[in-house]
């Protein structure tokens, strides 16, 4: 697989930005009366950092076997993209145990977050999975090279998603799997600029290309991931409700119903400011 190293570098060269997901969320009180204060989360102290600093994002390069990804993996390890994301990552957030940050040949299409090592991994085989479907709808070689490298980046910055989640004991109270990609979408829209952009709506291209692939399954509907569709719609909306002007097309075109998109600037804004709520006492000043 050959593509430039432009690419690469703003695939893992811009995690740095996690940062970004450090907002505030503040909710008003509905009730006339105020009942007695219930029982709450004790919130991570104000000296967290300098009690529980004990890890750093470190990276694991896993030797490919199929000479198919093996030029990909030597643009990765020469550039040492994954050491300089985790140089900026470790200079962001402090952590209480090590994480590795991976590409890896896995031998299916997928990218995870390990909790028990803990590890973020990009899989090789879900780069080729995605540059076949873009060429699937069209798209030239080049542009489908692109695109896959956009996907790439938003799904990354998911499974980071996750790792906070689970290193920070995060109180998610709704799907995981649907915060990670509300998370990675609120980084790439307001930190990323056009690459942001670009990232959000490759991986809406793709959830839409995969949900007409075939119809949900049984077990499609009783995963833990949102179906295709609405990971398509929902990404969309994220993008919407950032700048309704900027992207009215997406609604006068009919791409995003109008039904939906009368409450996306809301959802937007709920998903920025309960990021920063969440992640504020893990920042570095």
Known sequence: MRQNLTNLLMVFGLLFVITACVWRSDRADPTAAKPAAAPTAEAPSSNYISENDQGDFKVD????????????DRQVRNAKLLEKAADKLNAALALPRDVTLRTAECGRVNAF??????????????????YKVFRSSGESS???????FDAVRFVFLHEVGHALVDLYALPITGNEEDAADRCSAYINIEYLGKDGVDAVLAAAKAFEIESKRSGSSRLDLADEHLLQEQRFYNSLCM?????????????????????????????YSRSKNSWTSLLEPYRRK
């Open 239 to 267: 993008l919407y409700g950032s700048d309704t002007a900027k992207y009215q097309y997406l609604v006068t075109n009919k791409i995003l119903p109008s039904e939906r998109a009368g409450r996306c600037q809301a959802e």
């Open 142 to 148: 080049d542009e489908a090279y692109n695109q896959m």
């Open 113 to 130: 977050y390990t909790p028990k090592e803990p590890s973020v991994t990009v899989c090789f085989e879900l780069m080729d999975h995605f």
């Open 61 to 72: 390069h896993r030797d490919v076997q199929s000479a198919k990804f093996a030029e990909l």
